[in-house]
């Protein structure tokens, strides 16, 4: 296993049109991360998923968004009618049961909304 | 609110000048803390964890050391390929192991 992978790398899109990315976390990881990242800022938090169970979101996540993790497995992370605001990094995370232990990125799926 | 602050912004090293990156925390009761290194266009690659205070932790040229208030990342002779942006980030005790990141410090290192 190579590590977190994300789907597709760049995504350029119109203004209005529907979105959806790809999370496979490292494969013994049940817990799950999508984080949103701009130009000169830190990751931040979208949403979390423990197996298959969507179990916290973020205010920043709004309707437009929807994330899902069936079977546990790998993670989609939907955004409906894109808006300009939108253009960032989207980042997924994996973590190893038990507590305090380190989340792994993966590279990122870069959006600009145009 | 669980803050992250770092700084400097950004920081300009000759290769061979040490220095220290610093990272002020507050957080309803700290879980960990944990250094990441991010490299343009890519995503952030973990370098330690810290969880008490008077914890530290080295990897190469990198020690990052933790009190109650503030980590610090100290870089001992840096080299050009240390350059990158590097992340500080906090997860709360009780959270759904969220991090809250700082909008961290570019570092270059000049040959």
């Known amino acids: 296993d190579t590590g977190v992978s994300q789907n597709p790398r760049h995504k350029i899109t119109k203004r209005g049109q529907n979105v959806t990315f790809r999370c496979d976390p490292i494969?013994?990881?049940?817990?799950l991360y999508w984080y949103r990242q701009t130009l000169g800022q830190g990751p931040e938090f979208l949403t979390y998923?423990?197996?298959?169970?969507?179990?916290?979101k973020s205010r920043l996540l709004s309707d437009r968004f929807s994330a899902e993790r069936p079977k546990g497995s790998f993670s989609t992370l939907e955004i409906q009618r894109t808006e300009q605001g939108d253009s960032a990094m989207y980042l997924c995370?994996?973590?190893?049961?038990?507590?305090?232990?380190?989340?792994?990125f993966g590279q990122g799926t870069r959006l600009t909304v145009v | 609110e669980d803050q992250v602050t770092q700084s400097p912004e950004a920081l300009r090293l000759q290769e061979g000048e040490s220095s220290s990156l610093n990272c002020s925390y507050t957080?309803?009761?700290?879980?960990?803390l944990f250094w990441y290194r991010q490299d343009p266009g890519k995503g952030p690659e973990f370098l330690f964890t810290?969880?008490?205070a008077g914890e530290e932790k080295e990897k190469e040229r990198l020690k990052a050391t933790l009190t109650k208030k503030e980590s610090f990342l100290h870089i001992t002779a840096p080299k050009p390929e240390d350059s990158a942006t590097y992340l500080c980030?906090?997860?709360?005790?009780?959270?759904?192991?969220?991090?809250?990141f700082g909008s961290g410090t570019q570092l270059t290192v000049l040959p």
């Open positions: 494969s013994e990881h049940n817990r």
């Open positions: 995370a994996s973590s190893a049961p038990g507590g305090g232990t380190e989340a792994f």
């Open positions: 810290l969880y008490s």
């Open positions: 980030a906090v997860q709360a005790a009780g959270s759904a192991r969220q991090l809250t």
């Open positions: 998923f423990q197996n298959e169970a969507q179990l916290e």
């Open positions: 957080v309803s009761g700290l879980r960990g």
